[in-house]
């Protein structure tokens, strides 16, 4: 299945989910570019929630931009599967070796909103992540690693303290509905 057929045939969780979903598919209808980043309005993005084997924690990355402990993720860059995406950004971004999809299929889906910012000595505008989301499992044992470009710190959050760790409040609806959706499982 193709990266474009796996998001129309996702079903949505909520009114969000099928909002946004709605907004991937006219964004993947309308501009060609989407999966590059030189689509400066909008660009496909691939996160990963990543899991310790017992669920109760998260692995997560003090994020440089957003100044606030953060899932993983990242860019597709060109690249259709969106699932290795995340499994790249989740192994560069942390260090761990050993990171699998505990689900094949996207998890979630989201439209994130990027406030412009300074990226290697270079002014980004405001733009818009349209997040393919993936939930994987790693070893919590693994050694972690920070990212220095792009992380100041690496560590697994217990699950239930995930949401006050994030300063940002769109983003802790996003966990949120995340927790959730693990707890369900």
Do not use: C
Not at 4 to 22: A, G, M
């Amino acid at each position: 299945m193709s990266w474009i057929e796996e998001i129309k045939s996702y079903k949505p969780l909520n009114n969000q989910e099928l909002k946004d979903k709605e907004r991937l598919i006219y964004f993947i209808e309308n501009f060609k570019d989407i999966l590059s980043r030189q689509n400066e309005i909008a660009h496909v993005t691939s996160s990963a929630f990543i899991v310790n084997k017992d669920r109760d924690k998260v692995l997560m990355v003090y994020h440089n931009i957003y100044n606030s402990w953060s899932w993983v993720g990242g860019h597709a860059d060109e690249e259709e599967d969106l699932l290795a995406v995340a499994i790249r950004e989740a192994k560069e971004e942390t260090g761990v070796t050993k990171v699998e999809p505990i689900i094949k299929n996207i998890f979630s889906i989201e439209v994130l909103p990027v406030v412009g910012h300074m990226k290697r000595g270079k002014y980004v505008s405001a733009h818009l992540h349209l997040s393919v989301t993936f939930l994987l499992q790693a070893e919590e044992k693994e050694t972690l690693k920070v990212k220095e470009d792009e992380n100041s710190g690496v560590k697994w959050i217990p699950i239930n303290e995930v949401i006050s760790s994030s300063t940002e409040p769109h983003m802790q609806e996003v966990y949120k509905k995340l927790i959730d959706k693990i707890n369900k499982l």
